[in-house]
């Protein structure tokens, strides 16, 4: 396990502004300690000159923590692609901002330009904006409040139950709300279906349906798709 250098990278502005946050990014010893990427561990080239802490102590992972930074956020990683796969684990708000930067709010599927139709509600008030809604994209379901994140969604484009949930940014890709919904229904009826494929490729034990569990008759209907629950995160 390659030691650690403790980052404090200062943010100025957004959520974090005026916030000093510590970061242990892995670091190779020799001549001159090498920072590597937080995502894959490759050498990360930039001008951060690593000095040794005073005192070395012990990371959450028993890893040893020998040297100390001021770097900015992006010296973490080797590339862009990195950083938002580090982050998007971890942050669904950040990645949807990684995939707006990488495809400008524009339906993958339809073509629909979402974030201008966006930049065209702004000029209206936000009482008039769902009446503008419904005219402009009938398609989209009008929510009660119109929000940028209510007209796009981050898709993921394998599904969280099929395992693409806890994926970076490959996986994402904008949809309008109207072809989310479409598709959402679609694997719906797909996952549903691979559950009936799954329960007759192997039948349950004599007497599952009635099976006891205490007091409580666990009687699952042959509707239910014998799919493991899954505790990722859907789409953001
Ligand atoms: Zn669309």
Known sequence: MLPRCQVSV????????????KYLQPLSLGASPKLHCMECLKMVESCVHPTLLDVPFKGPDGEKVSHQASSNETDLFCS??????????RNGASLRRQLFD???????????DCHDLWQNLLTSSPERRKKKLEELAPDIKSPSKVTEGSLWQADHVVPVWRGGGLCGLENLQTLCTACHSAKTKAEARERKEEGKRQKLSSPRPTGWRNMKAGKRTIDLSDDEPHVPPTKQKADF
Request: proline share 0%; net charge positive; with cysteine.
């Open 102 to 112: 990488l495809e400008r709010g524009v339906c993958q599927q339809c073509g629909f």
């Open 80 to 89: 862009g692609s990195c950083r938002a796969r580090f982050f998007g684990k």
């Open 10 to 21: 200062h943010y100025t502005q957004g959520r974090l502004g005026g916030h000093t946050l």
